[in-house]
């Protein structure tokens, strides 16, 4: 394909571009603008043509690698046949089997899946599970959700209220009523530097036994945790934190929520990461990588209780009263299954176990470099967090980014933190690659 495929968007100003982008500082972007035309494999392409090695995955979703032949002829497929099939009351046979192809490869017991179009919506749509089931249980007292400091859960409301990173939150009001919150895990003090799971701050789990005894442990629907917070710079659980969350809420009859937008298919080795850590959540919040990020789309996994709790009136009504237009649309289904038939026949959801020590010395080797504070792993994922200029947060990670980006790298950053986690069909020579860039930057920015 041609890599000025829109030469008109070249060459003229975006200043006053119609384009509100999201989450994006507008004003400094239009003046400088990144652009990116054309993408391959772990390469992403500017419009001049120029190659980038793709660190992040895009917005770690492309999970395959960019562009899978197999993925973009089955979205081209479908979009001939039928483009659109309405999902409420009616049906096509691809969402049927890929809700049951999704299911093959959850944790035990999560056997039913309900589709959106997002990670927010995942989100949104979990906690509204959440609350239902206790009500049709006769447990409609239990309307409290505890989300966790410095957690992202997406942009809408219900992720919003119980997502925990205070630029996201604090400028919207009052939000969702009925939410608290678990401190964060991240504790450099103690755990900087570590390899994988830090060793110090499972107790930090028992938050939730102080949250359920201060609001009354009957008062609470759900707690929603990443399994490692991404979004806001890569915090990996402490060993036998999240299997003390699972505790606490057996005990307390709380819904335990995992948000795997992130680490689901593949990022930590294991189709999803409650498989990882071993220990199974009651639902599961997806989006991303499900199709590869060829076509928008979200799920949310449960156990097979939480759906059974709906299925139950008469059999002519709505059991659950939600849903969006495009849930389950017949492009993403037949993206996803594409993507599931991608991984399987590449081995991809076991690959960052395989690529996972290497990776991980390969990071940590970044560790004296100017500027590094520490450095977390897990999976095939890695953060390098930067102390931070004075008085100006963020501007040197920042400057890494624009950095990286002139040198030949796609690198996420979140505030000081720089987060890699390339698609995992990488190979070593190209996660040297990737690392030698990342080297050059932190050794070129001040
Ligand atoms: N939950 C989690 C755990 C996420 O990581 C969402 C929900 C929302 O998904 P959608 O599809 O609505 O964006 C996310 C998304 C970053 C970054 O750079 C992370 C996300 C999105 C964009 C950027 O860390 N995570
Ligand atoms: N707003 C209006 C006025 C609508 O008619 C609809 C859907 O029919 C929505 C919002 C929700 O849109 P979606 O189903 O794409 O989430």
Not at 76 to 100: I, K, L, S
Not at 328 to 354: I, W
Not at 419 to 429: D, F, N, R, S, V
């Amino acid at each position: 394909m041609n890599e000025r495929a829109h030469p008109e968007a070249l060459g003229r100003s975006l200043e006053d571009s119609a384009f509100f982008m999201p989450f994006s500082a507008n004003r400094q972007f239009k003046k400088a603008p990144r652009l990116l035309a054309r993408a391959d494999g772990i390469y992403y392409y500017t419009p001049e043509g120029r190659r980038l090695i793709d660190g992040t995955s895009g917005l770690w979703c492309v999970n395959a690698g960019h562009c899978r032949r197999k993925i973009v002829e089955a979205v081209q497929r479908q979009v001939a046949t039928m483009e659109f099939a309405p999902p409420f009351q009616m049906g096509h046979p691809a969402a049927f089997e890929f809700a049951d192809r999704v299911v093959e490869l959850a944790p035990p017991g999560l056997r039913r899946v309900f589709f959106t179009n997002s990670g927010s919506e995942s989100v949104d749509t979990a906690l509204k599970l959440a609350l239902a089931y206790h009500r049709a249980r006769g447990e409609g007292q239990r309307v409290r959700l505890i989300g966790r400091e410095r957690g992202y859960h997406g942009a809408n409301f219900g992720g919003t209220a119980v997502g925990g990173i205070v630029a996201n939150r604090k400028i919207f009001g009052a939000l969702v009523a009925g939410v608290d919150h678990l401190r964060h895990t991240h504790d450099p003090a103690r755990n900087a530097f570590s390899r994988g799971q830090p060793r110090h701050g499972a107790e930090l789990a028992e938050d939730l036994e102080r949250l359920a005894q201060l609001h009354d442990p009957s008062t609470i629907a759900a707690v929603i945790v990443e399994p490692v917070a991404c979004s806001t710079g890569v915090l990996v659980p402490p060993v036998g934190y999240l299997e003390r969350l699972r505790e606490i809420c057996d005990r307390h009859g709380i819904l335990l929520i995992f948000d795997e937008v992130i680490t689901a298919w593949g990022r930590l080795g294991k189709p999803f990461g409650a498989q990882h850590f071993g220990v199974t959540p009651d639902l599961i919040t997806t989006a991303k990588g499900i199709t590869n990020a060829t076509v928008p789309m979200g799920a949310v996994l449960m156990k097979e209780d939480v759906f059974r709790a709906f299925m139950t009136g008469p059999e002519g009504a709505i059991e659950m009263p939600h849903g969006y237009t495009y849930s389950a649309h017949p492009l993403a289904c037949a993206a996803g299954l594409a993507t599931l038939d991608v991984y399987a026949e590449e081995g991809l959801l076991g690959r960052a176990a395989e690529l996972a020590s290497y990776w991980e010395d390969k990071a940590h080797a970044l560790k004296g470099l100017p500027h590094v504070i520490d450095i977390r792993n897990i999976g095939l994922i890695a953060a390098i967090e930067l102390a931070p200029r004075a008085g100006a947060p963020g501007a040197r990670a920042f400057d890494a980014h624009v950095r990286a980006f002139e040198k030949g790298a796609y690198v996420r950053v979140a505030g000081d933190i720089l987060e890699l986690a390339p698609p995992l069909i990488i190979e070593k020579p190209q996660i040297d690659e990737l690392f030698a860039i990342v080297r050059e930057v932190l050794e070129s920015i001040a």
